[in-house]
């Protein structure tokens, strides 16, 4: 089962900047072009880096927006998505409700 997962979550998703350019292209209605110039200037990369698995590995981990493998001190899960929302300048609704419910304990 590994093998098809790591597959499933290559190009598409954290591997690389797909998840990124995708959350463009939902949330602000952007095409891939113009999303994949704004995740690479975010990031302070080339557009051409964003598919660069071994690159983005490092990129994600200095922005702290995620990685595959759950090590210990690197943010995971509503904290990497909370992180991206920033980095991006966008709203995510599960980190919306996460600030909502923090702020009503």
């Known amino acids: 089962m590994a093998v ?3 597959m499933a979550s290559g190009m598409g998703g954290m591997r690389t ?3 990124l350019v995708a959350r463009l292209q939902m949330t602000r209605r952007m095409k891939i072009d113009a999303a994949k110039e704004y995740v690479a200037d975010k990031l302070k990369v080339s557009v051409s880096d964003l598919g660069n698995e071994v690159l983005m590995r490092e990129v994600r981990e200095d922005f702290r927006i995620g990685i595959i493998q759950s090590l210990a001190g690197f943010p995971k899960g509503i904290e990497a ?4 929302a920033d980095l991006l300048d966008i709203r995510i609704n599960s980190v919306e409700a996460f600030k909502s419910r923090s702020s009503m304990e």
């Open 17 to 19: 900047a797909g998840d």
């Open 81 to 84: 998505k909370h992180n991206i």
């Open 4 to 6: 098809p997962h790591c």
